[in-house]
Nanobody, 123 residues
Framework: QVQLVESGGGLVQAGGSLRLSCAAS????????MGWFRQAPGKEREFVST????????HYADSIKGRFTISRENAKNTVYLQMNSLKPEDTAVYYC????????????????WGQGTQVTVSS
């Protein structure tokens, strides 16, 4: 079955960096766009970034544009999220997900989800 496993979360001070990874199995990875979403306590899950099957097209939420970079390695079935200049408001559980829609940015357009990895940014 399809499995997505996120890693790389943790506790970091404001201004610091983290790199999240999401390893996929049980699917033809290069057929899917990959997205990152996040959910802070008491808030709805929100779109962070997406990358198409080849890595040639990316989209970012305005709140993280210029600070986060999404990338993928199809040979390793892995998508990454490099997060720089982290802010306390970036604190959330971060999820990766798959979509057949190469420009998907809405939750409903994603079918498989990981369990999430916690990112905590202290001030």
């Amino acid at each position: 079955q399809v499995q997505l496993v996120e890693s790389g979360g943790g506790l970091v001070q404001a201004g610091g960096s983290l790199r999240l990874s999401c390893a996929a199995s049980g699917l033809t990875f290069s057929n899917y766009a990959m997205g990152w979403f996040r959910q802070a306590p008491g808030k709805e899950r929100e779109f962070v970034s997406t990358i198409n099957w080849s890595g040639g097209i990316t989209h970012y939420a305005d709140s993280i544009k210029g600070r986060f970079t999404i990338s993928r390695e199809n040979a390793k079935n892995t998508v990454y999220l490099q997060m720089n200049s982290l802010k306390p408001e970036d604190t959330a559980v971060y999820y990766c997900a798959t979509s057949r829609d190469q420009t998907a940015r809405r939750l409903g357009e994603y079918d498989y989800w990981g369990q999430g990895t916690q990112v905590t940014v202290s001030s």
